[in-house]
Antibody, heavy 119, light 106 residues
Framework: EVSLVESGGAVVQPGGSLRLSCAAS????????MNWARQAPGKGLEWISY????????YYADSVKGRFTISRNNAKKSLYLQMNSLTDEDTAVYFC????????????WGQGTLVTVSS | DVQMTQSPSSLSASVGDRVTITCRAS??????LNWYQQKPGKAPKLLIY???SLQSGVPSRFSGSGSGTDFTLTISSLQPEDFATYYC????????FGQGTKVETK
């Protein structure tokens, strides 16, 4: 059974850093592209980053470019999101998802991990 | 960047109603348009991909149409489990979501 489990969410102070992880199981992780999206409390979904299966094509939303870094370790079947210079606008539930290609949809999603930026 | 404009932002409907949600892209995205359903506290669920292809396991009362810049999600006969928020997403250039449409009970 396909499973994506996010972890690493926490309460962090403004200006702080956090690293999220997404553990994959039940499918061949190394053949899938991966994405991060987030959802602020009571708001809609916002896509924030994409990485292809080999890790050599990466995109970011303007809202996180220069502050967030996506990466993956295919041997560990894990996806990561390094978040720096956090502001209260980064408070959200962060979801990871998979897709077969850059143009195909995200067919499985994790349940999300909550990041709260607050002093 | 491709902007996605979804309408309406919310609607009230009854079980059995036909429901239509529209999504407009700021530039042509061919048919790289996907629709998701999200319930409170849950992850999004893929309903429709490539504008009109039904994801496996999704009831046939859900359908999608459109190409280029204008797209539609239709629920032919609303069921109690369909009250949720629906999002369009373009996957032509990176990804962008519409702002969502909340389907509420009338």
């Amino acid at each position: 059974e396909v499973s994506l489990v996010e972890s690493g969410g926490a309460v962090v102070q403004p200006g702080g850093s956090l690293r999220l992880s997404c553990a994959a199981s039940g499918f061949t992780f190394s053949t899938y592209d991966m994405n991060w999206a987030r959802q602020a409390p009571g708001k809609g979904l916002e896509w924030i980053s994409y990485i292809n299966s080999r890790g050599n094509t990466i995109y970011y939303a303007d809202s996180v470019k220069g502050r967030f870094t996506i990466s993956r370790n295919n041997a560990k079947k894990s996806l990561y999101l390094q978040m720096n210079s956090l502001t209260d606008e980064d408070t959200a539930v962060y979801f990871c998802s998979r897709s077969l290609s850059e143009w195909l949809p995200d067919d499985y999603w994790g349940q999300g991990t909550l990041v709260t930026v607050s002093s | 960047d491709v902007q996605m404009t979804q309408s309406p932002s919310s609607l009230s409907a009854s079980v059995g109603d036909r429901v239509t949600i529209t999504c407009r892209a700021s530039q042509s995205i061919n048919n790289y348009l996907n629709w998701y359903q999200q319930k409170p506290g849950k992850a999004p669920k893929l309903l429709i991909y490539a504008a009109s292809s039904l994801q496996s396991g999704v009831p046939s009362r859900f359908s999608g149409s459109g190409s280029g810049t204008d797209f539609t999600l239709t629920i032919s006969s609303l069921q109690p489990e369909d009250f949720a928020t629906y999002y369009c997403q373009q996957s032509f250039i990176a990804r962008t979501f519409g702002q969502g449409t909340k389907v509420e009970t009338k």
